[in-house]
Protein backbone atom coordinates (compact mmCIF):
# COMPACT_ATOMS: atom_id res chain seq x y z
CA UNK A 1 0.00 0.00 0.00
CA UNK A 2 2.92 2.49 0.84
CA UNK A 3 4.73 1.60 -2.40
CA UNK A 4 2.06 2.95 -4.56
CA UNK A 5 1.70 5.93 -2.32
CA UNK A 6 5.35 6.86 -2.60
CA UNK A 7 5.05 5.75 -6.28
CA UNK A 8 1.61 8.25 -7.03
CA UNK A 9 3.74 11.11 -4.89
CA UNK A 10 7.17 10.56 -7.05
CA UNK A 11 9.07 9.43 -4.45
CA UNK A 12 9.35 5.63 -5.71
CA UNK A 13 10.10 5.31 -10.00
CA UNK A 14 7.01 2.75 -10.88
CA UNK A 15 8.02 -0.63 -12.43
CA UNK A 16 8.73 -0.97 -15.82
CA UNK A 17 5.78 -0.78 -18.19
CA UNK A 18 4.93 -4.60 -19.18
CA UNK A 19 5.64 -5.63 -23.25
CA UNK A 20 8.51 -4.18 -23.89
CA UNK A 21 8.95 -3.32 -27.85
CA UNK A 22 10.80 -1.97 -31.04
CA UNK A 23 11.41 -2.14 -34.45
CA UNK A 24 14.51 -1.55 -36.37
CA UNK A 25 15.07 -1.95 -40.09
CA UNK A 26 19.07 -2.03 -41.13
CA UNK A 27 19.92 -1.00 -44.81
CA UNK A 28 23.28 -1.61 -45.85
CA UNK A 29 24.79 -0.10 -49.01
CA UNK A 30 28.49 -1.05 -49.41
CA UNK A 31 30.44 -0.06 -46.11
CA UNK A 32 27.99 2.06 -45.11
CA UNK A 33 24.95 1.13 -42.68
CA UNK A 34 21.40 3.08 -42.24
CA UNK A 35 19.48 1.67 -39.27
CA UNK A 36 16.00 3.11 -38.65
CA UNK A 37 15.01 2.42 -34.65
CA UNK A 38 11.39 2.68 -33.23
CA UNK A 39 11.04 2.11 -29.59
CA UNK A 40 8.49 2.75 -27.00
CA UNK A 41 8.90 6.35 -25.65
CA UNK A 42 8.13 4.84 -22.50
CA UNK A 43 11.11 2.53 -22.76
CA UNK A 44 13.44 5.18 -23.29
CA UNK A 45 12.23 7.18 -20.45
CA UNK A 46 12.71 4.38 -18.39
CA UNK A 47 16.27 4.14 -19.51
CA UNK A 48 17.42 7.47 -19.75
CA UNK A 49 16.76 10.40 -18.00
CA UNK A 50 14.21 12.76 -20.39
CA UNK A 51 11.50 13.24 -18.03
CA UNK A 52 12.03 16.63 -16.51
CA UNK A 53 8.33 17.35 -14.97
CA UNK A 54 7.92 13.12 -13.97
CA UNK A 55 4.69 13.02 -16.07
CA UNK A 56 5.83 9.82 -17.86
CA UNK A 57 5.17 11.73 -20.88
CA UNK A 58 8.06 12.85 -23.38
CA UNK A 59 8.02 16.33 -25.16
CA UNK A 60 9.94 17.22 -27.79
CA UNK A 61 11.56 19.80 -26.18
CA UNK A 62 12.53 17.10 -23.49
CA UNK A 63 13.76 14.86 -26.15
CA UNK A 64 16.18 17.16 -28.16
CA UNK A 65 17.29 18.15 -25.04
CA UNK A 66 18.46 14.78 -24.06
CA UNK A 67 19.58 14.17 -27.76
CA UNK A 68 23.48 13.97 -26.83
CA UNK A 69 22.52 10.88 -23.84
CA UNK A 70 19.68 9.23 -26.22
CA UNK A 71 22.44 8.82 -28.67
CA UNK A 72 25.15 7.19 -26.49
CA UNK A 73 22.45 5.24 -24.66
CA UNK A 74 21.41 3.56 -28.16
CA UNK A 75 24.56 3.55 -29.72
CA UNK A 76 25.85 1.53 -26.65
CA UNK A 77 23.53 -1.11 -26.61
CA UNK A 78 22.59 -1.46 -30.68
CA UNK A 79 26.40 -2.37 -31.98
CA UNK A 80 27.14 -3.19 -35.34
CA UNK A 81 30.24 -5.55 -36.44
CA UNK A 82 31.52 -6.06 -40.16
CA UNK A 83 32.74 -10.02 -38.58
CA UNK A 84 31.06 -12.32 -35.84
CA UNK A 85 34.20 -13.06 -33.74
CA UNK A 86 35.55 -10.89 -32.06
CA UNK A 87 33.21 -8.91 -31.86
CA UNK A 88 34.56 -5.01 -32.95
CA UNK A 89 31.46 -2.29 -32.99
CA UNK A 90 31.75 0.15 -35.85
CA UNK A 91 31.73 3.63 -35.46
CA UNK A 92 28.60 5.25 -35.31
CA UNK A 93 26.40 8.21 -34.72
CA UNK A 94 22.83 9.58 -34.18
CA UNK A 95 21.81 11.57 -37.39
CA UNK A 96 17.97 12.23 -36.59
CA UNK A 97 15.78 12.06 -33.07
CA UNK A 98 11.69 12.28 -34.06
CA UNK A 99 9.21 12.28 -31.65
CA UNK A 100 5.63 10.35 -33.02
CA UNK A 101 2.29 9.57 -32.13
CA UNK A 102 2.20 11.91 -29.42
CA UNK A 103 -1.86 12.27 -28.95
CA UNK A 104 -2.26 12.10 -25.27
CA UNK A 105 -4.60 10.20 -23.03
CA UNK A 106 -4.52 6.93 -21.18
CA UNK A 107 -4.29 5.03 -24.68
CA UNK A 108 -2.00 7.08 -26.45
CA UNK A 109 1.32 5.69 -27.05
CA UNK A 110 4.59 7.73 -27.95
CA UNK A 111 7.34 6.21 -29.96
CA UNK A 112 10.82 7.86 -30.61
CA UNK A 113 12.45 7.00 -34.26
CA UNK A 114 16.35 7.38 -34.31
CA UNK A 115 18.52 7.35 -37.37
CA UNK A 116 21.42 5.88 -37.03
CA UNK A 117 24.47 5.73 -39.09
CA UNK A 118 27.67 3.37 -39.45
CA UNK A 119 31.05 3.64 -41.41
CA UNK A 120 32.96 0.74 -41.78
CA UNK A 121 36.60 0.59 -43.23
CA UNK A 122 35.72 -1.15 -46.36
CA UNK A 123 33.03 -2.91 -48.19
CA UNK A 124 31.50 -4.93 -45.77
CA UNK A 125 31.69 -8.68 -46.29
CA UNK A 126 28.99 -9.74 -43.68
CA UNK A 127 27.24 -8.25 -40.71
CA UNK A 128 26.78 -9.13 -36.90
CA UNK A 129 24.17 -6.86 -34.96
CA UNK A 130 24.27 -6.90 -31.19
CA UNK A 131 21.09 -5.70 -29.61
CA UNK A 132 20.07 -5.21 -25.72
CA UNK A 133 18.38 -2.13 -25.93
CA UNK A 134 16.67 -1.79 -22.54
CA UNK A 135 17.34 -4.75 -21.00
CA UNK A 136 18.18 -3.49 -17.74
CA UNK A 137 14.54 -2.58 -16.94
CA UNK A 138 13.02 -4.93 -19.56
CA UNK A 139 14.92 -7.76 -19.35
CA UNK A 140 12.07 -9.70 -22.14
CA UNK A 141 12.30 -6.41 -24.73
CA UNK A 142 11.88 -7.32 -28.13
CA UNK A 143 13.42 -6.09 -31.33
CA UNK A 144 11.89 -6.75 -34.38
CA UNK A 145 14.99 -6.46 -36.88
CA UNK A 146 14.51 -5.92 -40.52
CA UNK A 147 17.86 -5.91 -42.77
CA UNK A 148 18.24 -5.16 -46.66
CA UNK A 149 21.56 -6.28 -47.40
CA UNK A 150 22.43 -4.44 -50.38
CA UNK A 151 20.25 -5.10 -53.38
CA UNK A 152 19.01 -8.51 -51.83
CA UNK A 153 15.51 -8.83 -50.39
CA UNK A 154 15.02 -7.96 -47.06
CA UNK A 155 15.67 -10.86 -44.17
CA UNK A 156 14.16 -10.71 -40.76
CA UNK A 157 15.32 -11.52 -37.40
CA UNK A 158 13.88 -11.02 -33.59
CA UNK A 159 16.17 -10.12 -31.09
CA UNK A 160 15.38 -10.82 -27.51
CA UNK A 161 14.67 -14.39 -25.08
CA UNK A 162 18.02 -14.90 -25.06
CA UNK A 163 19.30 -14.22 -29.02
CA UNK A 164 20.92 -10.73 -28.68
CA UNK A 165 23.42 -11.24 -31.77
CA UNK A 166 22.75 -12.28 -34.93
CA UNK A 167 25.34 -13.05 -37.50
CA UNK A 168 23.66 -12.40 -40.88
CA UNK A 169 25.33 -13.81 -43.73
CA UNK A 170 24.69 -12.36 -47.10
CA UNK A 171 22.87 -14.89 -49.89
CA UNK A 172 26.26 -15.22 -52.05
CA UNK A 173 27.56 -16.85 -49.00
CA UNK A 174 24.48 -18.51 -47.63
CA UNK A 175 24.30 -20.25 -50.24
CA UNK A 176 26.95 -22.65 -49.61
CA UNK A 177 26.14 -23.19 -46.09
CA UNK A 178 22.27 -23.39 -46.81
CA UNK A 179 23.12 -26.01 -49.48
CA UNK A 180 25.29 -28.23 -47.17
CA UNK A 181 22.68 -28.14 -43.95
CA UNK A 182 20.02 -29.19 -46.44
CA UNK A 183 22.40 -32.11 -48.09
CA UNK A 184 22.81 -33.29 -43.98
CA UNK A 185 18.86 -32.86 -44.00
CA UNK A 186 18.56 -35.04 -47.08
CA UNK A 187 21.18 -37.79 -45.57
CA UNK A 188 19.49 -37.76 -42.21
CA UNK A 189 16.17 -38.09 -43.97
CA UNK A 190 16.35 -41.17 -45.77
CA UNK A 191 18.40 -42.86 -43.06
CA UNK A 192 15.62 -42.66 -40.99
CA UNK A 193 13.13 -43.18 -43.82
CA UNK A 194 12.54 -47.25 -43.56
CA UNK A 195 9.71 -46.97 -46.13
CA UNK A 196 11.78 -45.68 -48.61
CA UNK A 197 14.65 -47.81 -48.04
CA UNK A 198 12.16 -51.13 -47.87
CA UNK A 199 10.80 -50.46 -51.31
CA UNK A 200 14.30 -49.79 -52.84
CA UNK A 201 15.88 -53.20 -50.79
CA UNK A 202 12.41 -54.94 -52.10
CA UNK A 203 13.35 -54.03 -55.83
CA UNK A 204 17.15 -54.63 -55.31
CA UNK A 205 16.68 -58.41 -54.30
CA UNK A 206 14.58 -58.95 -57.41
CA UNK A 207 17.15 -57.39 -59.92
CA UNK A 208 18.59 -59.47 -62.53
CA UNK A 209 22.20 -58.12 -62.58
CA UNK A 210 24.00 -55.26 -62.05
CA UNK A 211 22.76 -53.20 -65.26
CA UNK A 212 19.04 -54.11 -64.04
CA UNK A 213 20.14 -52.63 -60.99
CA UNK A 214 21.45 -49.06 -62.24
CA UNK A 215 18.26 -48.68 -64.15
CA UNK A 216 16.47 -49.44 -61.13
CA UNK A 217 18.00 -47.17 -59.08
CA UNK A 218 18.47 -44.07 -61.67
CA UNK A 219 14.63 -44.41 -62.89
CA UNK A 220 14.10 -44.02 -58.88
CA UNK A 221 16.07 -40.93 -58.69
CA UNK A 222 14.57 -39.46 -61.58
CA UNK A 223 11.36 -39.84 -60.66
CA UNK A 224 11.28 -38.56 -57.29
CA UNK A 225 13.22 -35.93 -57.84
CA UNK A 226 10.41 -34.44 -59.92
CA UNK A 227 7.86 -34.89 -57.93
CA UNK A 228 9.44 -33.67 -54.93
CA UNK A 229 10.84 -30.14 -56.73
CA UNK A 230 6.71 -29.90 -57.61
CA UNK A 231 5.24 -30.37 -54.53
CA UNK A 232 7.73 -28.53 -52.60
CA UNK A 233 7.48 -25.52 -54.40
CA UNK A 234 3.61 -25.90 -54.66
CA UNK A 235 2.69 -27.00 -58.01
CA UNK A 236 1.10 -29.97 -57.14
CA UNK A 237 -0.48 -30.73 -54.00
CA UNK A 238 -1.79 -33.71 -52.53
CA UNK A 239 -3.23 -34.86 -49.09
CA UNK A 240 -0.01 -36.29 -47.03
CA UNK A 241 -2.41 -39.21 -45.78
CA UNK A 242 -2.98 -40.55 -49.32
CA UNK A 243 0.85 -40.37 -49.96
CA UNK A 244 2.10 -42.32 -46.99
CA UNK A 245 -1.01 -45.24 -48.11
CA UNK A 246 0.40 -45.21 -51.36
CA UNK A 247 3.68 -45.34 -50.35
CA UNK A 248 2.85 -48.25 -48.00
CA UNK A 249 1.11 -50.00 -51.14
CA UNK A 250 3.94 -49.76 -52.90
CA UNK A 251 6.28 -51.59 -51.36
CA UNK A 252 3.58 -54.83 -51.01
CA UNK A 253 3.29 -54.21 -54.52
CA UNK A 254 6.83 -54.73 -54.81
CA UNK A 255 7.12 -57.31 -52.69
CA UNK A 256 3.80 -59.24 -53.94
CA UNK A 257 5.26 -58.99 -57.49
CA UNK A 258 8.43 -60.50 -56.81
CA UNK A 259 6.83 -63.62 -55.18
CA UNK A 260 4.96 -64.25 -58.18
CA UNK A 261 7.64 -63.49 -60.94
CA UNK A 262 9.55 -65.97 -61.64
CA UNK A 263 11.40 -64.05 -64.76
CA UNK A 264 14.26 -61.86 -64.17
CA UNK A 265 13.30 -58.96 -65.57
CA UNK A 266 14.38 -54.68 -65.29
CA UNK A 267 11.93 -52.92 -62.68
CA UNK A 268 12.75 -49.48 -64.33
CA UNK A 269 9.38 -48.88 -64.60
CA UNK A 270 7.99 -49.83 -61.23
CA UNK A 271 10.53 -47.76 -59.90
CA UNK A 272 9.84 -44.62 -61.76
CA UNK A 273 6.11 -44.62 -61.20
CA UNK A 274 6.16 -45.47 -57.50
CA UNK A 275 9.20 -43.17 -56.96
CA UNK A 276 6.92 -40.35 -58.22
CA UNK A 277 4.83 -41.01 -54.98
CA UNK A 278 7.53 -41.22 -52.77
CA UNK A 279 9.16 -37.54 -54.20
CA UNK A 280 5.75 -36.77 -52.72
CA UNK A 281 6.28 -38.09 -49.49
CA UNK A 282 10.00 -36.69 -49.72
CA UNK A 283 7.78 -33.42 -50.56
CA UNK A 284 5.88 -33.43 -47.32
CA UNK A 285 8.68 -33.42 -44.89
CA UNK A 286 10.68 -30.72 -47.05
CA UNK A 287 7.95 -28.43 -47.35
CA UNK A 288 7.39 -26.71 -43.86
CA UNK A 289 11.22 -25.98 -44.32
CA UNK A 290 11.21 -23.73 -47.71
CA UNK A 291 8.18 -21.45 -46.12
CA UNK A 292 10.62 -19.41 -44.69
CA UNK A 293 13.94 -20.53 -46.69
CA UNK A 294 14.84 -17.80 -49.28
CA UNK A 295 16.92 -19.62 -50.79
CA UNK A 296 14.59 -22.38 -52.06
CA UNK A 297 16.37 -23.57 -55.13
CA UNK A 298 19.72 -24.06 -52.78
CA UNK A 299 17.46 -25.97 -50.44
CA UNK A 300 15.46 -27.72 -52.78
CA UNK A 301 19.09 -28.99 -54.42
CA UNK A 302 20.94 -29.65 -51.38
CA UNK A 303 17.90 -31.48 -49.77
CA UNK A 304 17.75 -33.84 -53.18
CA UNK A 305 21.63 -34.64 -53.06
CA UNK A 306 21.54 -35.73 -49.69
CA UNK A 307 18.52 -38.04 -49.98
CA UNK A 308 20.53 -39.10 -53.43
CA UNK A 309 23.88 -39.68 -51.11
CA UNK A 310 22.34 -41.26 -48.45
CA UNK A 311 20.13 -43.85 -50.49
CA UNK A 312 23.23 -44.54 -53.22
CA UNK A 313 24.91 -45.30 -50.31
CA UNK A 314 22.26 -47.92 -48.73
CA UNK A 315 22.12 -49.44 -52.70
CA UNK A 316 25.76 -49.66 -52.53
CA UNK A 317 25.96 -51.90 -48.79
CA UNK A 318 23.24 -53.66 -50.30
CA UNK A 319 24.40 -54.30 -53.49
CA UNK A 320 28.17 -55.56 -52.09
CA UNK A 321 25.84 -57.93 -49.31
CA UNK A 322 23.82 -59.58 -52.39
CA UNK A 323 26.92 -59.93 -54.76
CA UNK A 324 28.69 -62.19 -52.11
CA UNK A 325 25.74 -63.95 -50.46
CA UNK A 326 25.83 -67.51 -51.42
CA UNK A 327 22.84 -69.61 -52.73
CA UNK A 328 21.59 -70.28 -56.19
CA UNK A 329 21.25 -67.15 -58.95
CA UNK A 330 20.49 -69.32 -61.91
CA UNK A 331 18.12 -68.93 -64.64
CA UNK A 332 17.41 -71.65 -67.84
CA UNK A 333 21.05 -72.56 -67.13
CA UNK A 334 22.59 -68.76 -66.61
CA UNK A 335 24.33 -68.85 -63.78
CA UNK A 336 24.60 -65.82 -62.77
CA UNK A 337 20.65 -64.63 -64.27
CA UNK A 338 19.56 -63.39 -60.93
CA UNK A 339 21.10 -60.32 -58.57
CA UNK A 340 20.34 -62.09 -55.31
CA UNK A 341 20.28 -65.78 -54.38
CA UNK A 342 16.89 -67.61 -54.33
CA UNK A 343 16.33 -67.61 -50.64
CA UNK A 344 16.88 -64.18 -50.08
CA UNK A 345 14.87 -63.06 -52.80
CA UNK A 346 11.61 -64.84 -52.00
CA UNK A 347 12.60 -63.96 -47.89
CA UNK A 348 12.71 -60.46 -48.69
CA UNK A 349 10.22 -60.35 -51.16
CA UNK A 350 7.68 -61.73 -48.24
CA UNK A 351 8.91 -59.25 -46.01
CA UNK A 352 8.79 -56.56 -48.40
CA UNK A 353 4.93 -57.64 -48.55
CA UNK A 354 3.96 -58.33 -45.30
CA UNK A 355 5.80 -54.61 -43.75
CA UNK A 356 3.91 -52.90 -46.39
CA UNK A 357 0.74 -54.30 -45.61
CA UNK A 358 0.95 -53.63 -41.74
CA UNK A 359 2.28 -50.24 -42.68
CA UNK A 360 -0.78 -49.38 -44.71
CA UNK A 361 -3.45 -50.88 -42.19
CA UNK A 362 -1.92 -48.96 -39.50
CA UNK A 363 -1.92 -45.84 -41.43
CA UNK A 364 -5.13 -46.14 -42.61
CA UNK A 365 -6.40 -46.81 -38.99
CA UNK A 366 -7.49 -49.81 -39.17
CA UNK A 367 -5.23 -51.82 -36.31
CA UNK A 368 -6.84 -51.66 -32.72
CA UNK A 369 -3.57 -49.96 -31.58
CA UNK A 370 -3.16 -47.11 -34.30
Known sequence: MWLVVLALLGLVSPPAHPDSKSSSRIVVAGRSVHVELACQALSLLESVPLDRNGDRWLTDEELQAGRVAVGEYVLARYALSAGAAPFEPLQG??????????????????????????????????????????????PLHRDVATLVWNDEPPTGFLFGEGALVWEFEPLAERRVSTLASYVRLGIEHIGGGWDHLAFLLGLLVAAKGLRSLLIVVTSFTLS???????????????????????????????GAETLLVRRPASRGFEAFGFGLIHGLGF????????????????????????????????????????RFLPGDRSFEGDPRG?????????????????????????????????
Do not use: M
Open 338 to 370: WFAPRWLRFSGAGLALLTGLYWFLERAGWLPWS
Open 224 to 254: HSLTLAAASLGWVDVPSRLVELAIALSIAYV
Open 93 to 138: ELRELTLVDVAPGAFGEQRVVCSLAFEAPTKLERLAVRVQLFHENN
Open 283 to 322: AGFLGESLLAEPLKFEALLGFNLGVELGQLAAVLCAALLL
